[in-house]
Nanobody, 126 residues
Framework: QVQLVESGGGLVQAGGSLRLSCAAS??????????MGWFRQAPGKEREFVAA???????????HSVKGRFTISRDNAKNNKNTMYLQMNSLKPEDTAVYYC??????????????WGQGTQVTVSS
């Protein structure tokens, strides 16, 4: 079992910044190296991949639309939990969406993740 809890969403003006966090826990999570990532879903649109990071943090991947503006990172030892972050800078109204934290046992398959959080709303006003 893997539990993913997102936080940090909110309302921000265009050009502003937000940092999302995702705390991962669970009996299997502590013993298996999981890759993690972020997806988002805007109103009326399909869910899309945003960014991913390997267990060690040595590999990262970004959607073209966020590359250079968003930075993904993780801390595998924070408070005995695995915590992942998404630093979002230069936000645009088109970044408005529900952002989901995801996890998967292999980095190569992170775009088809097995585990999903409940999501956190990010709204960027123009």
């Amino acid at each position: 079992q893997v539990q993913l809890v997102e936080s940090g969403g909110g309302l921000v003006q265009a050009g502003g910044s937000l940092r999302l966090s995702c705390a991962a826990s669970g009996r299997t999570f502590s013993s298996v190296s999981y890759a993690m990532g972020w997806f988002r879903q805007a109103p009326g649109k399909e869910r899309e991949f945003v960014a991913a990071i390997s267990w060690s943090g040595s590999s990262t991947d970004y959607a073209h639309s966020v590359k250079g503006r968003f930075t993904i990172s993780r801390d595998n030892a924070k408070n005995n939990k695995n915590t992942m972050y998404l630093q979002m800078n230069s936000l645009k109204p088109e970044d408005t969406a529900v952002y989901y934290c995801v996890a998967h046992r292999t980095y190569g398959s992170i775009r088809s993740p097995a585990y999903w959080g409940q999501g956190t709303q990010v709204t960027v006003s123009s």
